[in-house]
């Protein structure tokens, strides 16, 4: 059974809309996280979570926004959607937010037209 | 500059035979993680590895924290190897975020 799940696989996505991508992990773990990875382009960290709180932001923009409704959630939120956006993001876990090993979901693919 | 260097950038080898692959950090840091990404994207953890030496199967990680460097060895290569490896560095604050290589692409043929 796939312990970090990402819902949807695929996503398709007109410029300007708004989507909400999801991840729900059942490894028991109290850090979240979401990466981005774009085409010729390093895996790019963009959000930590601890114990349903913010540790770390390394998205420039407000319209990536993190939402936590419970400790093993932590969807993403995107809206005024851009063609830049288009990437596979990547949420992960880990038992603490730190020196801890992370376990990466299958991912979602967004393309913006 | 690139926190993060991996190298070779791709690797062709024949089956059964070896490969090192090599990770160098250009800053201190906390520790380092070793993935495997598959053809379609999905990473799998091969080693969580902050300092020294540990093996599973034919691969053999080595992480010398003090020289910011850490390697990837796979002995006996299969076919089934093929595919990217990457690795990332966490430093800093205790905040998890990993910083990633642009990865080494390997392919082996039978």
């Known amino acids: 059974d796939p312990k970090i799940i990402q819902k949807p696989k695929y996503l398709v996505a007109v410029t300007g809309s708004e989507k909400i991508l999801i991840c729900e992990q059942y490894l028991g773990h109290n850090a979240m996280y979401w990466y981005r990875q774009s085409a010729k382009k390093p895996l790019e960290f963009m959000f930590s979570y601890s114990y349903q709180k913010l540790m770390d932001n390394q998205t420039a923009s407000s319209r990536f926004q993190p939402q936590s409704s419970k400790k093993n959630h932590l969807d993403l939120q995107i809206t005024a959607l851009k063609p830049d956006d288009s990437a596979t993001y990547f949420c992960?876990?880990?038992?603490?937010?730190?020196?801890?090993?992370?376990?990466f979901g299958p991912g979602t693919r967004l393309t913006v037209l | 500059g690139q926190q993060v260097q991996q190298s070779p950038a791709s690797l062709v080898l024949q089956e059964g035979e070896n490969a090192e692959l090599q990770c160098n950090f250009s800053?201190?840091?906390?520790?380092m993680q070793w993935f495997y990404q598959r053809p379609g994207g999905s990473l799998v953890s091969l080693f969580y590895n902050p300092s020294g030496t540990k093996q599973s199967g034919r691969l053999t990680s080595t992480t010398v924290i003090k020289e910011r460097r850490s390697s990837l060895h796979i002995s006996s290569s299969q076919t089934t190897d093929s595919g990217t490896y990457l690795c990332a560095m966490e430093r800093g604050a205790n905040t998890g975020k990993l910083t990633f290589g642009h990865g080494t692409i390997l392919r082996v043929h039978p």
């Open positions: 800053t201190s840091l906390n520790s």
């Open positions: 992960a876990s880990s038992q603490s937010g730190g020196y801890a090993e992370q376990f």
